[in-house]
Nanobody
Framework: QVQLVESGGGLVEAGGSLRLSCTVS????????MGWFRQTPGKEREFVAA????????YYKDNVKGRFIISRDTGKNTVYLQMNSLNAEDTAVYYC????????????WGQGIQVTVSS
């Protein structure tokens, strides 16, 4: 069973930065996409960013473009989400995901990590 372990969440003031990390127990295949999603109470989980493991190509939700950066360390089987210029609307539980497409039904999820932005 593949395991994804997130770290790096917490409380930050508006305008601040956080970096989330997600380490995968098995090296992703070239066909895999590593993604970050987030969820707030009463809302559906939403896509934030993704990175194609084969070539490092990145994808972002429109309202995080220019503020968030997804990256990877292939030697550590780890994907990062650098979050800058945070605002209260970024407050959510953030989930790491590994699949052939972001969030596909057969994909694997981390346990989630809380990010809280105080205004």
């Amino acid at each position: 069973q593949v395991q994804l372990v997130e770290s790096g969440g917490g409380l930050v003031e508006a305008g601040g930065s956080l970096r989330l990390s997600c380490t995968v127990s098995e090296r992703p295949y070239s066909s895999h996409v590593m993604g970050w999603f987030r969820q707030t109470p009463g809302k559906e989980r939403e896509f934030v960013a993704a990175l194609r493991w084969s070539n490092g190509r990145t994808y972002y939700k429109d309202n995080v473009k220019g503020r968030f950066i997804i990256s990877r360390d292939t030697g550590k089987n780890t994907v990062y989400l650098q979050m800058n210029s945070l605002n209260a609307e970024d407050t959510a539980v953030y989930y790491c995901n590994r699949g052939t497409t972001p969030g596909d039904p057969d994909s694997f999820w981390g346990q989630g990590i809380q990010v809280t932005v105080s205004s």
